[in-house]
């Protein structure tokens, strides 16, 4: 069954989704993969750092050294606090951009509020 185009809008703004972080929204294709690399990379600087100290003849004390400091420092990748978060529904996107217009004394109060309700209206 074909659908009208007010139904086409309703699913619109329920299931189409806008990156609400600011950046470009195809940053986060690179920008997800190096915070994912960038702890293993101080990982393994830290531990290159470290275990190079021990470089040389082996002495039972730097060997023991070395792995005392490399075991008292927790890895980077056990406490990232980044993380991915979800899209925003288009709807509430564009509930956010007009509530900001008001703010910002670009439109009317009433008529944006009428604006989201419209919205609101058809995700019911």
Not at 15 to 25: L, T
């Amino acid at each position: 069954m074909a659908k009208s185009p007010q139904e086409k809008k309703a699913l619109s703004y329920a299931k189409d989704r806008r990156d609400a972080y600011g950046a470009n929204n195809k940053a986060s294709r690179k920008g997800i993969r190096r915070r994912k690399r960038q702890p293993n990379r101080a990982d393994r600087r830290r531990e290159s750092q470290v275990l190079g100290t021990a470089l040389g003849p082996a002495v039972e004390a730097a060997a023991e050294a070395a792995e005392s400091r490399l075991q008292a420092t927790q890895p980077k990748g056990v406490s990232t606090l980044w993380k991915k978060w979800p899209d925003q529904a288009l709807a509430d996107h564009v509930e956010n951009r007009l509530l900001r217009r008001v703010r910002r004394g670009m439109s009317d109060p009433a008529v944006e509020q009428a604006r989201i309700e419209r919205i609101r209206r058809g995700l019911r």
